[in-house]
């Protein structure tokens, strides 16, 4: 069975910085195309960041753009989220999302394009 386990989250102030992780399982991971999404509470899912098979090229939402940096790790099937200067509005339950196929940099945007999912890790950005 495919698992997505999302870790690293917490309580953290403005300003500050945060790493999350997600170590997949039951799947060949190098060929999954992988994202973070977060969802606010009462609000949708919102997309984050985008990564593909071999990590050459990311993506993220304008909001966290020179903020957040994804990345991967093939070898130990791990997805990071490195979170700097985080803000208030960046409180949310992140999610770790996964595809078995190529993704394209718009696609990747949606919700629709992933269809397995992590149980989240809350991270909250108090003042």
């Known amino acids: 069975q495919v698992r997505l386990v999302e870790s690293g989250g917490g309580l953290v102030e403005v300003g500050g910085s945060l790493s999350l992780s997600c170590v997949a399982s039951?799947?060949?991971?190098?060929?999954?195309?992988m994202a973070w999404f977060r969802q606010a509470p009462g609000k949708g899912r919102e997309y984050v960041g985008a990564?593909?098979?071999?990590?050459?090229?990311?993506s993220y939402a304008d909001s966290v753009k020179g903020r957040f940096m994804i990345s991967r790790g093939n070898a130990k099937n791990t997805l990071s989220l490195q979170m700097t200067n985080l803000k208030s509005d960046d409180t949310a339950v992140y999610y770790c999302?996964?595809?078995?196929?190529?993704?394209?940099?718009?696609?990747?945007?949606?919700?629709?394009?992933?269809?397995?999912w992590g149980q989240g890790t809350q991270v909250t950005v108090t003042s």
């Open positions: 039951g799947l060949t991971f190098s060929l999954w195309s």
């Open positions: 990564i593909t098979q071999n990590g050459g090229t990311t």
């Open positions: 999302a996964a595809r078995s196929s190529y993704i394209d940099v718009l696609l990747a945007r949606t919700t629709s394009a992933y269809n397995y």
